[in-house]
């Protein structure tokens, strides 16, 4: 039986208090004023004290408007009708659509049993060379991509929706500016992405509290459909906004502020979330790409700080590419000798060249001699960003392998390369 409360203890920010009781962590409520309703869960249980916050923000709600408690934790409807469809931070259509009342499935719920989870050991082919070259993303994989403002990791993200091998995107968005909001949309649309892709978008004017909301509402899809056979990429943006809603939501509920103002519980609200990244066993899988923006470029800041010890490497958006420095996959070894036998030599000796590189520039920067060596190295580094590290280049692996080989060729004599003589007897150009 619902409960009806017609009396709020107080309201503090966009969360309220009433005295309930059989009431549970996590139930959802929906709280009715004189200009309409809207729906709350709860956050915090403290004796018959409840506390909730409102996903539509608590403006406007008195201390007389009544409360009811629907007695079922926060849900989302699941079916294939989602995709090609985009959402607000509270599961409901921004796109103008029907809103899916159907097959109602709730959100948040633990990770998967380790003993059911499997090794993770195919490649998730993206196009993109600094990726699946240098930094193979591995299906079930959870990596976040570490930026600062103003570089164009939403650029990737849709880039890696658009051409990424898998069955269905679910592109989680916290915080966005409305025009990247549109930039995705318009995007995956004319590239005919958007009929595989789902999205869950709160923008910076909606309320704080559906940016919590997001990651959990797209995972508990994303699972749904693994569960279903399917290969599932959630692309996340961006997790600072999302501990920066947590922060938000912390202070409001006056816990005790931990490292820069952050809730002393970070690590494991990110760590629930990213955990979901699985192979299942009979079944299909989830990984996730998150971006992690870091403020002041600061690796330290709470928000990429906690995500490191989380996840499995990273990927460096510096200067609009990834960086071969700092960017690590660590289980690209799971798949990458398996791609072609020359992919783990290639990529290692073009990586230690383009360290020279690095140091030629910087004694040319100085106005030191250059050696022929330099030279060779210089050519080599400006061919190897704008062939394999620029964004904008778009080929399969193969190609990509074949055009580090041409590079190389250009720039060295077989020997310089230091590679093995039968990879070359194999691989180098005629």
């Not at 929906?30 to 403006?59: C, H, M, P, R, W």
Request: net charge negative.
């Amino acid at each position: 039986m619902q409960k009806v409360y017609t009396k709020i203890e107080s309201i503090v920010g966009n969360v309220i208090s009433v005295k309930a009781d059989g009431v549970r962590s996590g139930d959802l409520a929906e709280v009715t004023t004189k200009t309409g309703k809207s729906y709350a869960n709860v956050i915090k249980l403290d004796g018959e004290l409840v506390s909730l916050q409102v996903f539509s923000g608590a403006s406007g709600i008195s201390t007389g408007d009544s409360v009811r408690f629907l007695g079922v934790p926060m849900r989302v409807s699941f079916s294939d009708n989602l995709l090609g469809r985009v959402f607000d931070g509270a599961g409901k259509p921004r796109d103008n659509g029907p809103e899916l009342e159907d097959n109602m499935i709730p959100i948040g719920g633990p990770s998967v049993n380790p003993a059911r989870r499997i090794v993770p050991k195919n490649m998730i082919r993206t196009g993109i060379p600094m990726i699946d070259v240098f930094n193979t993303l591995v299906e079930s994989q959870k990596l976040p991509i570490f930026s600062i403002s103003g570089e164009p990791y939403n650029q990737l993200l849709a880039r890696i929706a658009m051409q990424a091998e898998v069955d269905i995107i679910v592109l989680g968005g916290m915080g966005l500016k409305y025009d990247d909001y549109l930039f995705f949309r318009d995007t995956l649309n004319k590239s005919g992405a958007l009929s595989r892709t789902v999205m869950f978008i709160h923008t910076a004017a909606d309320p704080t509290v559906e940016c919590t909301l997001v990651p959990d509402l797209s995972l508990a899809v994303a699972e749904q459909f693994a569960l279903q056979g399917k290969k599932v990429l959630v692309l996340l943006t961006d997790m600072t906004n999302y501990a920066d809603a947590l922060k938000e939501m912390a202070i409001t509920m006056d816990q005790v502020p931990s490292n820069r103002g952050y809730p002393g519980d970070l690590y494991s609200q990110l760590a629930a979330r990213y955990e979901k990244a699985v192979d299942f066993e009979g079944a299909g899988s989830v990984t996730i790409l998150g971006v992690t923006t870091m403020p002041g470029d600061d690796v330290t800041h709470p928000g990429p700080d906690n995500t490191g010890y989380i996840t499995e490497g990273q990927y460096y958006l510096k200067h609009g590419h990834i960086e071969p420095f700092g960017s690590l996959s660590r289980l690209k070894q799971n798949v990458n000798k398996d791609t072609r036998d020359d992919h783990r030599a290639l990529m290692d000796g073009m990586i230690k060249l383009y360290a020279s590189y690095k140091d030629s520039l910087e004694k040319k920067s100085m106005g030191f001699l250059m050696s022929d060596w330099d030279e060779k190295l210089l050519k080599y580094g400006e061919m190897f960003e704008k062939q394999l590290m620029d964004l904008s280049v778009n080929i399969p692996l193969e190609e990509a392998l074949d055009t580090g080989w041409k590079i190389l060729s250009q720039c060295f004599s077989p020997e310089e390369t230091l590679l093995k003589s039968d990879l070359i007897a194999k691989y180098w150009p005629k």
